[in-house]
């Protein structure tokens, strides 16, 4: 073998590992920067390792988590889902609604649950078969669907849950081996939606759409279908950050959709590392992201600063985390031609 045929080879596993482990991902250093960001609010906000904050952040956290994967799985496959907060919403406003009408709460959340299922395969057809570009047709839909909930489902912003439900207010007030039950939640959908994503077909098949929609559709993928999915799948974490809250506070706020939690969430996947490009990212940027975010809401929180303030702080971030992921993930000529999201 020649020096120059050797030179073009690329190097064995061992070089692979070791160049890797020196190089500073997105993903790492904002683990890092959380990281950091916890021991300096330790140490400077009086109130931040309190009990009750602490509980409170977590808490947060992982609704904010939750939602925040339904999204990476749609911006994934080169999506963006603006229908989160009103399908969280809106759908446990549904159960609740059906609850206090006399419906048993276990039945009342399954319609509540084929309620986002419904809306997500309207969203997700208007999407694939339709071809409207995503950011129009998810914002549509969530406003239908919260002019749904607020004008035609229930006739109160807030809608509290039945008495004697302590079963389903464990899921947002409990703990198990001292860790709150959400977080628990949290991690176990993290898990699954991991190894879906990276172990299975369909999960593969999300990470080639999100790459090259037309290589994809070439190859045999069906594009359609798990565009469709995509949502469904987003749908359903939705459905699941909304138990969370509902569990929490034992009723359903649905003035949380004209909140800026959806800017939250897409400042989760974009900071955490999720290119807005599509095929890349994955369940850890999500988590890296979440915490991140999570300590930064909690903090601005214990500061006093204004909504007004934390929102200007929030869009700088999110103008920031944008410009960088322009310039990581340049943009090419089939997403110039679809218009991107």
């Known amino acids: 073998m020649s020096d120059t045929t050797a030179d073009k080879l690329p190097p064995n596993g061992a070089e692979q590992k070791s160049r890797k482990s020196f190089v500073f991902t997105q993903e790492l250093i904002v683990a890092i920067a959380a990281a950091v960001l916890f021991v300096f609010f330790s140490l400077t906000l009086d109130n931040f390792l309190l009990p009750g904050n602490l509980v409170t952040l977590v808490r947060n956290v992982a609704v904010l988590g939750l939602l925040s994967l339904g999204m990476a799985v749609v911006v994934i496959g080169r999506g963006v889902d603006l229908s989160l907060v009103a399908v969280m919403a809106v759908s446990l406003t549904v159960a609740i609604v059906l609850a206090n009408e006399g419906m048993g709460f276990a039945e009342a959340l399954l319609v509540g649950l084929g309620f986002v299922v419904l809306v997500a395969v309207v969203l997700g057809f208007l999407v694939a078969y339709v071809e409207i570009p995503s950011i129009f047709a998810t914002l549509a839909v969530a406003s239908i669907v919260y002019g749904l909930g607020r004008g035609v489902i229930a006739d109160l912003d807030v809608n509290n849950i039945p008495n004697g439900l302590d ?24 898990l699954v939606l991991y190894l879906f994503l990276r172990w299975t077909g369909i999960g593969r098949f999300i990470y080639a759409l999100g790459d090259n929609l037309q290589t994809a559709r070439i190859t045999g993928i069906p594009v359609r279908p798990i565009i469709v999915l995509q949502y469904v799948i987003s749908g359903v974490m939705a459905f ?3 138990a969370v809250t509902a569990a929490s506070v034992a009723s359903m706020n649905m003035r949380i959709v004209n909140s800026t939690v959806i ?15 599509g095929g890349r990212g994955g369940v850890r940027n999500v988590v890296v ?12 929180t ?5 909504y007004t303030v934390q929102n200007l702080i929030k869009s700088a971030v999110l103008l920031l ?4 992921d322009a310039l990581l993930n340049p943009r090419d000529e089939q997403t110039a031609q679809q218009g991107d999201i």
């Open 167 to 190: 079963w389903f207010l464990f899921l947002g007030r409990g703990a198990i081996f001292g860790i709150p039950v959400s977080i628990w939640i949290f991690a176990l959908t993290a």
């Open 240 to 242: 699941l950050a909304g």
């Open 302 to 306: 214990i500061m006093d600063i204004s």
């Open 263 to 277: 800017y939250d969430v897409l400042l989760v996947v974009v900071l955490g590392g999720i290119g807005l490009t």
């Open 289 to 300: 992201g979440t915490a991140l975010i999570g300590l930064l809401l909690n903090a601005m």
């Open 321 to 324: 985390a944008l410009v960088v």
